[in-house]
């Protein structure tokens, strides 16, 4: 069976699986779940653009992250947004480009997202399940234990930045259990430029989730680009905005881009605290 398999790729009028399902203030892309891959990472990606609110508190038996990018890459820490969100007893509000971690069983909700003057890409994974489920819940914890919970720059503890030829990259966000403790990893870059060069072959101790996604929210499966990936034995080449999992042990990489008509959102992560790459010498 081809290694295509692993890759989930968005269709034009895509549905979510997230509440609200039924309007407008969302574009959804793409949802990665049981019923596209059983054990993979839960996985959702949509561009917001209107305001909306939606009341309550809940909570999931999954750690969770949640990014929230800016979709101007010319101005990529700005979130063209403000978006309030409550984590327990906390209230973060946010207009910057970063990731938020919600740990398993903390209660989070009471979302509002404000002033959107051009759409902001958003992206939710519940790192240690298949399954999207929402428990209603109530803040318990003392004011404090969360108003620290995201990142809101590129800027991993050991100082290690990502090799690359001048201009393809612009850094958006690192998070790990080293920056933020008990957070899983997650990184996120614009691609600016096409690309003939990348990591080498390598594998991980953890299940990891990667990200392609076009910069366009009115037509959010088009990639805008064309990329090859090698995952096993195969290479695979999308033009469609997607979600890739790949099972912890599973060789891949490099990610080349052959083609590029306008920048693209990537991003990996996974249900590791740390990044630990095994089988390239390269960082």
Not at 39 to 57: D, H, Q, T, V, Y
């Amino acid at each position: 069976m081809s290694n295509a398999k692993y890759f989930a790729l968005a269709e034009p009028d895509a549905k979510g699986v997230i509440p609200p399902v039924s309007d407008d203030t969302r574009a959804e892309i793409v949802t990665m779940d049981k019923t596209f891959f059983e054990g993979c990472i839960f996985s959702n990606a949509n561009w917001i653009k209107k305001p909306f609110k939606r009341e309550g508190l809940f909570k999931h038996n999954s750690d969770v992250l949640l990014m929230f990018i800016g979709g101007n890459y010319q101005d990529p820490e700005n979130l063209n947004a403000e978006i309030e969100l409550w984590i327990e007893n906390d209230k973060l509000v946010l207009n910057r480009t970063c990731i938020v971690f919600v740990p398993a069983g903390a209660a989070y909700g009471n979302m509002e997202v404000r002033n959107v003057s051009k759409p902001v890409f958003n992206y939710m994974c519940h790192v240690n399940t298949d399954t999207y489920e929402e428990i209603p819940a109530e803040a318990t914890a003392a004011p404090g234990t969360y108003a620290d919970n995201r990142v809101e720059k590129y800027a991993p503890v050991d100082g290690k930045l990502p090799s690359a030829p001048e201009g393809f990259l612009t850094l958006l966000l690192w998070i790990d259990g080293k920056k933020l403790s008990g957070a899983p990893y997650l990184e996120s870059v614009w691609f600016k430029t096409s690309n003939d060069t990348g990591p080498e072959n390598h594998t991980h101790d953890f299940d990891e989730f990667i990200g392609f996604f076009g910069s366009d929210p009115d037509h959010p499966d088009d990639l805008g680009a064309e990329l090859s990936f090698e995952i096993g034995d195969e290479t695979i080449t999308v033009t469609k905005s997607c979600l890739v999992y790949v099972p912890r042990g599973l060789g891949h990489s490099p990610i080349l881009v052959p083609k590029l008509e306008r920048p693209i959102i990537h991003f990996s992560g996974g249900n590791g605290g740390d990044y630990i790459r095994k089988g390239s010498d390269q960082f």
